[in-house]
């Protein structure tokens, strides 16, 4: 009976014990089908990084290693598609078409897998040419790296980054020629002023050589007053990336001489950063010099023109007190024809014996009056090419006489008289116009 008893238990001991592992087990297979799902997860993963990749990929196991998996872009950049790579043992023959070469590179790897078949490593970049389904030439850099027995290969396309070096260097080329040849001083320095570089023309325009440009710095090209305009530019050219508007300076030679230039500077990048400034100058010495030339000139100019205005006010000084004098001396002239001629002019005519002796009486004392009259100054100061004889006959015809009375007052013929009537016109500029020539005369004050 208690054998029996015994027998029960150690059966239930044995059961509980079974449920309890298979309990375990239960949660083993669960973690198991987790482990599997995460590893679906992460292989799903894998190849969409692999698939997704911009670069050549290929998966591979063994000695020699044989090609297990490829993405599109690595069966893309032999020109084929995954599916004509069936054959995965093609990749030495693809990377390496050169057997020598292949062999060469074989060995190398056996005797690295020997001397260390459990230990992580790299082999590469390894630039080589490969070639293409349709028979085109490739250059393609190659990195392979080793986990134990399993090898991943990389592979990128240097056909771009060569075209891109290619055209870099082109415009390194054009830069350079331009750099160098250029008649204008251009020059690269950094934030600090310290000149980096400058071409032959700037180098010839400062009296500098190549050798002096290590000791050679902004600062010590300029005065105090021009460093502050620099420091400005510098300051404008960093915050904006380069100058709107260029910037004119002086400075001394290494001779002594002093010259003028014009420059505009921007920001250069190396590695997409700001790296230094180029600037490009340009001599304007001899627009300068003429420049100030012309303001000297035009001092000159002024100080002549102050000159000649001072002059001018002093000649019209002296114009007005002359014609104040002729004034003063004309009326004392006629003050004393009034006074000392007149009268006695009048005792002559209360004596003349006939007409003709009083009309010359009367001539003689007009002519007096005429002499500082404005009559005479106006007809010769504007008629310069009137004759003598003219003179009086307009004087005559002014005082109303006829042509007979001129006639006999100056000992000419009516006939004459005439002659000398049309010159006047014509000379007037009254000829064969309705004017009254006595009328017109009149106007003569």
């Known amino acids: 009976m208690k054998d029996e008893t015994k ?20 949660k083993l297979i669960e973690k198991l089908k987790r482990a599997e799902e995460t590893l679906k997860q992460k292989e799903g993963l894998f190849k969409f990084f692999v698939e997704s990749s911009p670069i050549a990929m290929a998966l591979m196991e063994g000695n020699p290693p044989k090609i297990k998996y490829i993405n599109q872009m690595f069966a893309r950049l032999f020109g084929y598609s995954a599916d004509e790579i069936p054959d995965m043992t093609r990749w030495w023959s693809l990377a390496y078409p050169d057997n020598h070469y292949r062999k060469r590179v074989m060995s190398a790897w056996n005797r690295q897998v020997a001397e260390s078949p459990n230990t992580p490593f790299e082999v590469g970049p390894v630039e080589r040419i490969i070639t293409c389904k349709d028979g085109s030439k490739k250059p393609v850099e190659f990195r392979m790296v080793s986990l134990g027995t ?22 390194e080329e054009r830069f350079n020629a331009l750099f160098n040849r250029s008649f204008d001083f251009v ?7 310290h000149f980096l570089d400058m071409n032959q023309t700037g180098l010839d325009f400062l009296g500098y050589q190549r050798e002096d440009l290590n000791s ?14 620099a420091v400005k530019a510098v300051q404008e050219i960093i915050q904006t990336g380069s100058q709107r508007h260029p910037n004119e300076y002086y400075l001394r030679t290494k001779e002594g001489r002093r010259v003028y230039f014009e420059t505009k500077g921007s920001i250069i990048y190396k590695d997409h950063k700001p790296y230094a400034i180029l600037g490009v100058a340009r001599d304007i010495t001899g627009r300068k010099e003429a420049e100030e030339l012309l303001k000297k000139r035009e001092e000159e100019l002024n100080i002549r023109t102050l000159h000649l205005e001072e002059t001018n006010t002093a000649l019209n000084v002296l114009l007005r007190q002359r014609e104040k004098d002729k004034t003063d001396l004309e009326e004392k002239i006629t003050a004393n024809i009034r006074e000392m001629v007149s009268p006695y002019i009048e005792k002559l005519k209360s004596l003349a014996r006939d007409e003709i002796q009083k009309t010359y009486l009367n001539l003689i004392k007009s002519h007096l009056e005429d002499i500082t009259s404005p009559f005479l100054q106006n007809i010769k100061s504007k008629y310069m090419n009137f004759t003598p004889t003219e003179v009086r006959v307009a004087t005559l015809i002014r005082e109303g006489k006829n042509s007979k009375e001129i006639g006999q007052l ?36």
């Open 187 to 193: 020059y690269i320095h950094d934030f600090e002023g």
């Open 150 to 171: 399993t090898y991943i290969s990389f592979g990128v396309d240097l056909t771009e980054r060569l075209k891109v070096d290619e055209e870099s260097k082109e415009k």
């Open 216 to 229: 050679l710095t902004v600062a010590s090209l300029f005065d105090e007053d021009q460093q502050i305009k």
């Open 7 to 26: 027998t029960k238990r150690e059966l239930i001991k044995e059961l509980i014990a079974a449920r309890r592992q298979f309990a375990k087990t239960e």
């Open 410 to 445: 100056i000992n000419i013929s009516e006939r004459t008289v005439e002659f000398h009537r049309n010159n006047i016109r014509s000379k007037l500029g009254v000829n064969n116009k309705p004017i009254n020539l006595r009328t017109y005369l009149l106007t003569f004050q």
